[in-house]
């Protein structure tokens, strides 16, 4: 087994036939990669040594110490956080071996077809149809998304579509991976509150897409889809942050920068939300440790609820602590960002784009529900519709 010592002196040979001061950065984001220093504990060949989670953090030590470029989370998070498991898990070898390596360098981004006008907290009822063409065996989608991030910049996409409306919502769904230059796809920006349109609707008709870019068996879209939520309510919330980091840092960097602005009400409520996100930061390590064990499961929703609740509460407090100058709104022209940076702009921009944070990625009621139900074990929610075929269902 790989173990530190080993670990520390492969990064140190990459830095050292790759030396990031001289080499282009795409070119030392491959060689990482190849080098099995990407992920560690992806498999051989993947980008990883098949070594234990952990141990990613001495490979990034050694990195960060040496100034070596990274790839960006803020761009290609869905591809990391949720395609990327979800390809490994599911994906045939040379699916695993054409997507993963751009996909982690950053060359090519994804997004995530699931939501649809009729489908959100009930994604089973989703109506994108996938017929398969018996001759060839390849499919033809319609349908439409919705809130689907990144779209704008996608090369790829995570879909997931009805293949047998003949069957209970949940079994007659597959999963694909879908060419986002496909002719039949249409991406229309979707402005947000915060001026932006950091997502989109996506429109596809007659979308072709080869069965070798099927994830997982016809009609068990819905279990391979499993991996990816539960993958994206950790992705969402349980970034690693420092002490004092994130939003509770912006809070707190104008309660010292401010000292005209100070009061003893506001000070207690900066000091209890100071204790939460420090909490917070805690039990994300706890569920990083868990996660090295194997994959997320429910608990990353209580995670995600916790996150959501802090991101709000705490720009709350900021644009408050700000008093007039809170009201201000840096900039609200329409723009198609590439990435999402909460801590990159303005109290006004964190306090409007955490409205978002208890929808996006399952509703704070709906991950109350899977909290209930799924860990504390109490009854669950009646499902009247959930033998009752998708086609005879109300809707
Ligand atoms: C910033 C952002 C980015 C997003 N990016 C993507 C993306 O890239 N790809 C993608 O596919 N989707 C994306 N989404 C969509 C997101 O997943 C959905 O908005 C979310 O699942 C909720 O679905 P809905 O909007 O249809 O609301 P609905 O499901 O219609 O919910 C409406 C309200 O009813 C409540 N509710 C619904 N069911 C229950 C229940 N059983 N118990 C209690 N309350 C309930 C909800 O909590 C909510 O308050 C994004 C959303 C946001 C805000």
Not at 173 to 185: A, E, K, Q
Not at 334 to 343: G, H, K, N, S, Y
Request: proline share 6%; net charge negative.
């Amino acid at each position: 087994m790989t173990d530190a010592a080993e670990l520390r002196q492969r990064t140190r040979d990459l830095l050292a036939e790759h030396p990031p001061a001289t080499t282009d950065r795409l070119d030392f984001l491959r060689a990482r990669f190849d080098a099995g220093l990407a992920w560690v504990h992806y498999p051989v060949g993947l980008g990883g040594l098949d070594a234990p989670r952990a141990l990613q953090a001495v490979v990034d030590a050694e990195l960060t110490a040496a100034g070596a470029p990274g790839n960006d989370p803020r761009r290609i998070g869905i591809g990391l956080g949720m395609a990327a498991p979800t390809l490994l898990a599911y994906g045939s070898d040379e699916v695993k071996a054409r997507f993963l390596r751009p996909l982690w360098t950053g060359e090519e981004v994804w997004c995530q077809l699931f939501s649809e006008p009729g489908a959100g907290s009930d994604l089973a009822a989703l109506g994108t149809r996938a017929v398969r063409d018996d001759a060839t065996g390849d499919w033809t989608v319609d349908g439409q998304k919705v809130w689907t991030s990144s779209a704008h910049t996608a090369r790829w996409a995570i879909l997931i579509a009805r293949t047998d409306p003949d069957l209970p919502k949940h079994r007659g769904i597959t999963y694909f991976v879908c060419d986002m230059t496909d002719p039949g796809v249409e991406v229309r920006p979707l402005r947000q509150i915060t001026g932006e349109a950091e997502f989109n609707e996506v429109f596809l008709t007659g979308v072709r897409i080869p069965d070798a870019h099927r994830l997982g068996e016809t009609g068990d879209g819905w279990r391979v889809a499993q991996t990816t939520l539960m993958n994206e309510r950790v992705s969402i919330g349980g970034a690693r942050i420092p002490r004092e980091g994130g939003m509770i840092g912006k809070a707190a960097a104008v309660w010292r920068d401010r000292p005209e602005l100070r009061t003893h009400a506001l000070h207690r409520r900066l000091l209890d939300l100071w204790v939460d996100a420090e909490v917070a930061r805690f039990t994300g390590e706890r569920l990083r440790q868990q996660l090295v064990a194997g994959q997320p499961g429910p608990e990353g929703s209580a995670m995600k609820l916790a996150f959501a609740r802090l991101n709000q509460a705490i720009s709350g407090l900021e644009v408050e602590l700000l008093a007039d100058d809170g009201l201000l709104y840096d900039d609200w022209t329409m723009r198609r960002p590439e990435l999402v940076d909460f801590t990159g702009r303005e109290a006004g921009y964190r306090y409007l784009r955490s409205k978002g944070n208890s929808i996006e990625g399952g509703t704070s009621e709906v991950l109350l529900n899977i909290v209930a139900e799924r860990v504390l074990g109490l009854p669950p929610e009646p499902r009247n519709d959930k033998d009752v075929p998708w086609k005879d269902l109300a809707r």
